[in-house]
């Protein structure tokens, strides 16, 4: 059974620095995405298996999305926070290919963690 199993949220000020962690590999695709109260899901970053990364650019120049695949662990780094950054955030993999333009996209991801919180105070 597939499971995704993020970490790493918590209560930050602006500014400030959270790396965010998924236990995930062997998988072609993965995201990031993160959804504010009363907000639909939105992609934040995401990867393919060549290495190429996508970035919302709310968050461009902020947030590193990246693996490791000898831990297993697909990273959020994300620096720089801001209040707006605050949301639930979720780690999303598929076994298929996904192209560049389409990484962001939540229907093209199969399988989902549960979500960690992040809150980044003024």
């Known amino acids: 059974q597939v499971q995704l199993v993020e970490s790493g949220g918590g209560s930050v000020q602006a500014g400030g620095s959270l790396r965010l962690s998924c236990a995930a590999s062997?998988?072609?695709?993965m995201g990031w995405f993160h959804q504010a109260p009363g907000k639909g899901r939105e992609g934040v970053a995401a990867?393919?298996?060549?290495?190429?990364?996508v970035y919302a650019d709310s968050v461009k120049g902020r947030f590193t999305i990246s693996q490791d695949n000898a831990k297993r662990t697909l990273y959020l780094q994300m620096n720089s926070l801001k209040p707006e950054d605050t949301a639930m955030y979720y780690c999303?993999?598929?076994?298929?290919?996904?192209?560049?333009?389409?990484?962001?996209?939540?229907?093209?991801?199969?399988?989902w963690g549960q979500g960690t919180q992040v809150a980044v105070s003024s």
């Open positions: 990867i393919d298996n060549d290495g190429h990364t």
């Open positions: 062997g998988y072609d695709s």
């Open positions: 999303a993999a598929t076994y298929r290919r996904i192209l560049p333009f389409r990484l962001l996209v939540i229907y093209d991801y199969d399988y």
